[in-house]
């Protein structure tokens, strides 16, 4: 399923192959939480702009449409009319992160819906089974996301019991991919590696998951409030014990500046929603830096967002009309403007593996490490 092309230091170039296609890594993955991106794109703008893999969300697809109506229509891909590879989150995040109310125990966690108030219950089985009747690529495994900092003893417990939730992920998901009614026989389960900020446990537990022999790893747990520097050794602490002919994925990470890094610590997968969230704001990426359209300065800018773009937002509109879109609050301003944040993400990635292709990465990341997050 991965394929190591060849490496750069840390760095690695690789192709990971689904049943919906081969992605070429390191990639960044595309959030299309309900099934769309926020920003009115949909999936020819996807192919359009180079995406490889779109990643839909478990928690909020199960509480709507839910599940069983995206199974009857033929599974996500089907649904949303894209087929190419998709990755679904467990919903692990949203469960820790959008309800104040749960209860946590061996078996799984009790939440009340952040739409309606109902409660709900989700363990790692019905994690998968939810998963599966998606029909997703790649289920990521239930795991506990623990708030950054935690106490030492509680994130061990939590760390012991997320191995354990993560076997009984496996065992029914192999289950289910037997079913006569499976919607997608070759999904795939990547383990999530937990552990707080403290090395030792990251590096015990991915130690201790390792030995499921999964088809892929994720690093959780981070970019929730850490900084840069805390992500980051905990990556160089963790890498070392991450299969070497397994995908590795970086759960919601991050600034272009962070994927250069990850990307020279050993990272393949990436996914986050910073690009078309700041897009919707009118924050926008540029080769130089970030502009924010709302500055008085490109009221008469006939330039586009970037020169160096060749996006169909840079071909054809100026930065003075996407401000008067943003000013007038015209819908048009954040559709045109994630159309041109993701297409520099899936752009940027494009320029890593040709880097990696040729050997150059190392000057890639001297070049362009801090550049592109840069307020202009």
Not at 92 to 100: A, E, I, K, N, Y
Not at 261 to 289: K, Q, S, W
Request: glycine share 8%; hydrophobic share 35%; net charge neutral.
């Amino acid at each position: 399923m991965f394929n190591l092309l060849k490496t750069e230091g840390r760095a690695r170039r690789g192709t990971f192959t689904t049943p919906h296609g081969t992605v070429q890594t390191p990639v960044f993955m595309n959030v299309a939480t309900l099934g769309a991106i926020k920003g009115a794109l949909d999936a020819q703008d996807l192919r359009d702009i180079g995406c490889q893999v779109a990643l839909s969300n478990t928690y909020h697809l199960h509480l709507r449409p839910g599940e069983d109506v995206v199974k009857n229509m033929g599974g996500l891909h089907k649904f949303m009319n894209w087929q190419g590879p998709i990755l679904t989150d467990s919903g692990g995040f949203q469960v820790f992160s959008l309800s104040t109310l749960r209860k946590i125990d061996e078996e799984g966690v009790t939440f009340a819906s952040h739409i309606d108030g109902r409660r709900i219950f989700m363990s790692p089985e019905s994690s998968m089974q939810i998963q599966s009747a998606l029909g997703s690529d790649i289920a990521m495994a239930f795991d506990e996301c623990i708030e950054n900092p935690a106490p030492y003893d509680y994130v061990k417990r939590s760390c012991e019991r997320t191995t354990r939730w993560l076997s009984r992920c496996k065992d029914e998901l192999e289950k289910l991919n037997k079913k006569e009614d499976c919607v997608n026989p070759g999904q795939m389960l990547f383990g999530i590696n937990q552990g707080g900020t403290y090395d030792d446990l990251r590096v015990q537990h991915m130690i201790e998951i390792a030995k499921l022999d999964l088809p892929g790893y994720a690093i959780g747990g981070l970019a929730v409030g850490e900084s840069h520097e805390e992500m980051y050794r905990i990556i160089d602490s963790v890498e070392p014990h991450m299969p070497k002919d397994k995908p590795r994925y970086l759960m919601g990470v991050g600034t272009p500046t962070n994927i250069i890094e990850a990307v020279a610590r050993g990272v393949d997968f990436f996914d986050c929603v910073l690009p078309a969230r700041n897009a919707r704001h009118g924050h926008l990426y540029t080769e130089d830096g970030c502009i924010n359209l709302n500055n008085e300065k490109y009221k008469e800018d006939t330039s586009p967002i970037d020169t160096h773009c060749d996006c169909y937002v840079c071909r054809n509109y100026t930065r003075a009309y996407l401000r008067h879109l943003f000013r007038a609050k015209e819908m048009l301003a954040m559709r045109l403007a994630v159309l041109h944040n993701l297409h520099f993400y899936n752009k940027l990635m494009e320029r890593i593996r040709q880097a990696l292709d040729e050997g150059t990465f190392e000057g890639f990341r001297e070049k362009y490490s801090g550049r592109f997050d840069k307020r202009l």
